[in-house]
């Protein structure tokens, strides 16, 4: 009976022992208020990198290298590369190998005036875009930088009729993008 008690008292203080090794969960801390002061640490690192004078940053890159791309324009009905636009292409092939458009991909718009069908206007403005890239890449331009798309002529530079703005609305735009 004796050695029975023993047992009993035993395994109390084996359980007692058991619960009290067990970690206690600590309380959850209230979250802080956020504060639009920053913190005090002495010395706050800076949070983003601004580029040094004279770089363009990387969204600025693409507008700089868009500003600097130049239109080709197109006789009526026609998506042959004009004498008179060669310059412009040329031109479009420096900026795409200068250190800051080095590495930008270039859509190539192809735009129509609003005279023929939907349909006839955006081949033509496929075909414009086309002949815009195939001369680019005669210029060292990788293809792989280039892409087209057509607009037909959904996206007129000029607005109104007559050939002063037919003739700015047949044109191959170009536009800086990300790959």
């Known amino acids: 009976m004796r ?3 023993l047992l009993i008292v035993l395994m109390i203080f084996s359980v007692a022992f058991v619960y009290s090794g067990c970690k206690k969960k600590e309380p959850i801390p209230e979250p802080m208020p956020e504060t639009s002061a920053p913190p005090t640490t002495g010395e706050a690192p800076p949070l983003v990198e601004r580029p040094t ?4 940053q990387t969204a600025d890159i693409f507008e700089e290298c868009t500003r600097q791309l130049q239109p080709v324009f197109f006789d009526f009905n026609r998506s ?5 636009q060669i310059a412009a292409l040329q031109n479009n092939a420096r900026v795409l190998k200068s250190p800051t458009c080095g590495t930008v991909t270039v859509l190539i718009e192809g735009h ?3 005279r023929g069908t939907d349909e006839y206007n955006l081949a033509l403005g496929e075909r414009r875009a086309d002949s815009a890239k195939d001369y680019l890449v005669t210029l060292g331009i990788p293809d792989n930088r280039l892409s087209t798309l057509s607009y037909g002529e959904s996206r007129p530079f000029a607005q109104g009729q007559g050939e002063d703005a037919w003739s700015q609305n047949r044109r191959a735009h ?3 993008v990300r790959k």
Do not use: K, L, N, T
Not at 80 to 84: A, G, S, T, V, W
């Open 174 to 176: 170009f536009v800086a």
């Open 3 to 5: 050695a029975r008690a």
């Open 112 to 114: 129509c005036d609003e």
């Open 80 to 84: 042959e590369i004009r004498e008179d």
């Open 53 to 56: 004078e004279g770089e363009p």
